[in-house]
């Protein structure tokens, strides 16, 4: 009988092999196979590093054309010193892999709608998203434009020789912890690779996004009468990037509005379209900069300032590092996943860049001979359809198919075949400009070497999307700012709306000459700057698109204080980036405290109204006053809109903070005060101030019984990681600003990257960002950075040549490249 218990001891172990080698799947997720995950020789701990470890190495690595050599310093920045080109690219493309190799792959599948082959079916409403829209259609014409590039192709193809060298050299207990978390293996790095992660900025950073869809429901919900006045093409309170009253040439072209525009599109109505992308990049995706000249500095020297406001994630965005060759010494921030450097400096020039916010996606209404899409309607005749077929691999289960009609327009990207939208049965195309052929990588290479103006303008003419304002400084004196894309020359109010997908008179009608964007150079004003907002005013002659995409209050405020500042100096810029004061606050809380009648208020409310009034109009994190602010605010905003928007069946959009402040301020009969669900009563300003502050206070009561009053807890700013897994990020950081300070940090979402650049000889510069150089999360440098940048503080940036480099009381590792 003893051949029982040794079946049954066998059937044991052979389940428990299968078991700890098998996800399991647990609630709506799977855990990892927990026997490789939790493996003493292979498994996440591994993936600890102690506080102690060091980074030494000599490596001899096939690909490597001479000796070079790479100085960590004690932030674990890699300062490069390389005799040729391709071998810097080439280590730059290690060095990406070996600190952040699985956030620039992970990001690549992401961006080419392959995110369904880690994580399975639940990747697919996001993969096919992304396939629909064209991002991989992009990234391949964009790949096309790089590699004809033979300057391009060389550092693309080095950095690509980079990353698949650290990969090959990787043994399995070093496999970056999520790869073992999602239980997956790192792939070969490609060029394509690369293009892919410059289409995931485009789609994050395209002005207005998939706002055509919302924005056509509106029009139709409302009525084009009242939707003009809901968003109005330009507000008053606006300063624009190029001041008022620069004078404009004459266009060299002018965009043909169709003869059927009144009724075909204006005042065309309908039921509406239920398309409701699954991912919608953060509508505060923006940033500032400025550039002051030595007249209005201390030193005599321009100071250039950059603050890109992105998703705050772990690991982070970018990757600091410095890149010198006999061509080069450039510093700054890169994006690992793709060669050179994105913002930053070298020993002759400055740049950074903030979003253009410019519309250069559009949509078409698409007309099909029947349900195969082999034809569709165009001028009266039906016109024959190709198509893509992308295949999506899903892990566990069956590959998903994806057929895509290609139109004349672009690809159909809502169709009867896209059953997470589209209920109403319509076939929507899109035209974006991230799918042409472009070369993004040329401009930053170029800039990485410019030495001068005209090299920046050079570096920047043939810069495509996304569109960005392109701020410059250099040591012989010069600031100026540009924006720059690929911008579409739209006749007035193209765009807004989903177009006419029959008629070819809708079609782009070109492109803005790059010389015709708008620029300054060395104004009398002493001062460039750009934070989203509109470029210009309303004589500049093409169409920039309507307000709702261009926040208006952190350039006014960048603006004010510049233009009172002399004698400027790196530290000033500090505290100016780090700015929290609410200059929406002290436009509209006196309209705010004039309509509110006390009279009517309880004791609780006028507590928190005594607060309000006394409030220094900062957004600090023990500020009380803020949060009161911010919820007064908000109610108001809902209390004016929220009976028109009430009872809407699809996505709607809903108007900027800047027209309900304006409104507020100039308009003491604003009809939209009026609440239309009670007829009988005609609302004013007084009535629905005292409704928003009332029904405020309840929140607020509910609040401080949280301890959640102050803005800092109220606000709640965390760090998250790409996994969205809370014991990887960090959270409840006590740090101040909002969406309409300088300092724009909100709950998610705030200022990536800080950066100082003082135009001296040498240069004098200074930096931070929210997270660390290692995207280790068991790395004592994997968010090493946060504390400085919670608190305002920065870093002194080490920007070296070789010889100092190697002996610095900073540096703290040295690596040497050395041909194998």
């Not at 990406?96 to 392959?114: E, N, T």
């Not at 992308?390 to 998903?400: L, M």
């Not at 040591?475 to 100026?480: E, L, R």
Request: proline share 5%; charged share 20%.
């Amino acid at each position: 009988m003893r051949i029982i218990p040794l079946i049954i001891s066998v059937a044991a172990t052979t389940g428990l092999i299968i078991g700890l080698n098998t996800q399991l799947k647990v609630g709506a997720s799977k855990t990892p196979r927990l026997g490789y995950f939790l493996s003493p020789q292979q498994g996440f701990w591994q993936n600890a590093e102690a506080t102690d470890a060091g980074y030494d190495q000599q490596l001899n690595i096939p690909g490597i054309l001479n000796k070079a050599d790479v100085y960590l310093d004690d932030r674990l920045v890699p300062h490069i010193y390389a005799a040729n080109n391709d071998d810097a690219y080439f280590i730059q493309g290690f060095l990406h892999a070996k600190f952040r190799l699985w956030q620039m792959d992970f990001q690549s599948y992401v961006a080419a709608g392959r995110l369904s082959e880690v994580i399975g079916s639940d990747g697919l409403k996001t993969d096919k998203y992304f396939r629909r829209l064209g991002m991989l259609y992009g990234a391949e014409r964009s790949l096309n434009a790089l590699e004809l590039d033979p300057d391009t192709k060389s550092i693309a193809d080095a950095y690509t020789r980079g990353v698949n060298a650290y990969i090959n050299s990787l043994k399995d207990n070093e496999i970056p912890f999520e790869y073992k978390l999602l239980d997956y293996k790192p792939e070969h790095w490609t060029n394509l690779k690369t293009a892919l992660f410059l289409k995931l900025m485009s789609f994050d950073l395209t002005g207005q996004g998939d706002a055509d869809l919302s924005m056509n429901n509106t029009r139709d919900y409302l009525g084009y009468e009242t939707f003009k006045k809901l968003f109005p093409e330009r507000p008053d309170s606006l300063d624009p990037i190029i001041p008022k009253g620069t004078a404009f040439g004459k266009p060299s072209m002018v965009a043909k509005v169709p003869a059927t525009a009144d009724s075909a599109y204006f005042h065309k109505s309908g039921k509406g379209i239920t398309a409701a992308p699954p991912i919608i990049p953060d509508k505060n995706n923006g940033s500032n900069n400025w550039a002051v000249s030595g007249s209005k500095t201390k030193s005599g020297k321009p100071i250039l300032c950059n603050d890109p406001h992105l998703g705050l994630n772990l690991p982070s965005l970018w990757y600091e590092m410095q890149i010198s060759t006999p061509s080069q010494n450039t510093y700054g921030a890169s994006f690992p996943g793709a060669p050179s450097i994105i913002i930053g400096f070298n020993d002759k020039i400055a740049w950074g860049v903030t979003n253009a916010g410019r519309d250069v996606k559009d949509f078409y209404d698409i007309t099909f001979k029947d349900t195969s899409m082999q034809e569709y309607l165009l001028n009266n005749t039906w016109v024959k359809s190709t198509f893509r077929y992308e295949q999506i691999k899903v892990k566990g289960e069956p590959d998903d198919l994806e057929t895509i009609a290609m139109t004349v327009f672009g690809p159909v990207m809502y169709d009867q075949h896209y059953k997470s939208s589209n209920e109403d049965g319509r076939n929507i195309a899109v035209r974006w400009t991230a799918h042409d052929s472009s070369n993004e990588l040329l401009t930053f290479v170029k800039l990485n070497r410019a030495r001068s103006f005209s090299d920046y303008i050079d570096a920047i003419s043939s810069y495509q999307c996304p569109g960005q304002n392109f701020v410059f400084a250099s040591v012989s004196g010069d600031i100026a700012i540009r924006q720059q894309g690929k911008f579409v020359n739209h006749w007035k109010h193209q765009g807004d709306f989903i177009q006419p997908g029959n008629d070819s008179a809708y079609l782009w009608q070109g492109f803005i000459p790059a010389n015709e964007n708008p620029q300054i150079i060395n104004p009398a004003r002493g001062f460039v700057s750009s934070a989203n907002q509109m470029v210009t005013d309303s004589t500049y002659p093409y169409y920039l698109g309507r307000s709702g995409n261009f926040p208006v209050y952190r350039g006014l405020i960048i603006n004010r204080k510049l233009a009172q500042m002399n004698q400027i100096t790196p530290e000033d810029m500090q505290t100016m980036q780090t700015d929290t004061y609410n200059v929406l606050a002290e436009i509209t809380r006196p309209k705010l405290l004039q309509y509110l009648d006390e009279k009517q208020l309880t004791i609780t409310e006028k507590n928190y109204l005594d607060t309000l009034k006394d409030w220094n109009l900062r957004n600090d994190i023990h500020e009380k006053g803020a949060t009161i602010y911010k919820t007064f605010w908000d109610s108001l905003y809902k209390q004016t809109y929220g009976d028109e928007y009430r009872n809407a069946k699809f996505r709607l959009y809903w108007p900027e903070q800047v027209t309900l402040a304006e409104a507020l301020i100039k308009d003491s009969a604003y009809a939209f005060a009026d609440d239309i669900s009670t007829p009988a009563i005609k609302e004013t300003w007084k009535d629905i101030v005292l409704i928003a502050f009332q029904k405020a206070c309840k929140t607020l009561v509910k609040e401080s019984q949280a301890n959640q009053l102050e803005w800092g807890v109220h606000k709640d700013t965390y760090i998250g990681h790409l996994l969205k897994i809370p014991a990887l990020g960090r959270l409840h950081l006590p740090i101040g600003g909002g969406a309409e300070e300088i300092n724009a940090t909100t709950e998610n979402h705030g200022p990536s990257w800080r950066m100082i650049v003082h135009m001296t000889t040498p240069i004098e510069a200074y930096a931070v960002y929210p997270g660390g150089q290692n995207g280790n999360p068991g790395s004592p440098y994997y968010d090493s950075f946060v504390d400085h940048w919670v608190n305002g503080k920065y870093y002194s940036i080490l920007f070296l040549d070789k010889e100092t480099a190697s002996h610095h009381k900073r540096i703290l590792w040295h690596l040497t490249f050395n041909k194998a």
